[in-house]
């Protein structure tokens, strides 16, 4: 049994810090947001949104195993949080622990089904475990949400998904609609090209 955590109760000065922080943090400054979450946790102790936060920076400076142990510790605190399990998700995939990374965001679903960044996390940690098909359906549910950011991006996560489940007149469409959102793309031009190439294989095999 995990040991019992409580959070410290959030002032609404903390609460200005923390959206000071997470505006750092989506500007990219990424040291200086790990600076201000840290000397916050410092000061305030258990403070699961700033942990949630710190595991979300390190997870994007690439020390996945820090990364970890916050967001495990923000779930116990807070198991009815659904972005808490969304960030132990992305961890766990990050350290390759897929199918446990599958079991915290399926819990994440449960808890806000209407989250599209939640969807499509789902799809990228599906196609990890090579189940494409179940891949494809999460992007889809993923852009059904308008908070669903870089959608050239999930439909180019779509097209591959699509493509490796055989359904090359899905990926395609997929492909070219993530490349009339962003024409530079490479990615989706190369998987619109692997569509072509796979579909001169596949005639070349039936004439054969």
């Known amino acids: ?20 922080m997470r505006e750092i943090y989506r500007s990219g400054d990424l040291r200086r947001a790990e600076r201000l979450c840290s000397d916050a946790l410092a000061s305030h ?16 400076s690439r020390r996945q195993q820090q990364a970890l142990r916050l967001a495990q510790r923000c779930v116990d605190m807070q198991p009815g949080v659904a972005v808490f399990h969304d960030t132990l998700a992305a961890a ?8 446990e990374a599958l079991r915290e965001i399926d819990r994440c679903v449960e808890l806000a089904p209407r989250f599209g960044a939640t969807h499509a996390l789902r799809g990228r940690i599906l196609d990890r475990l090579g189940r494409p098909e179940e891949a494809a359906d999460a992007y889809q549910r993923a852009l059904a ?17 699509r493509m490796n489940s055989g359904d090359l007149d899905a990926a395609e469409a997929a492909f070219r609609q993530a490349l009339a959102l962003d024409k530079d793309l490479a990615d989706a031009r190369r998987g619109l090209a692997q569509v072509g190439q796979r579909r001169e294989i ?3 095999h039936v004439n054969a």
């Open 145 to 161: 949400y308008p908070d669903t950011a870089e959608a050239a991006v999930v439909y180019t996560r779509l097209g591959t998904a």
């Open 92 to 99: 766990l995939s990050a350290t390759g622990q897929h199918a």
């Open 45 to 60: 102790g258990d403070w699961p949104e700033a942990s949630n936060l710190l595991a979300q920076i390190l997870l994007r």
């Open 202 to 204: 596949s005639h070349t």
């Open 1 to 20: 049994m995990k040991p019992s955590v409580e959070a410290v109760p959030v002032t609404a000065q903390m609460s200005r810090l923390l959206a000071e």
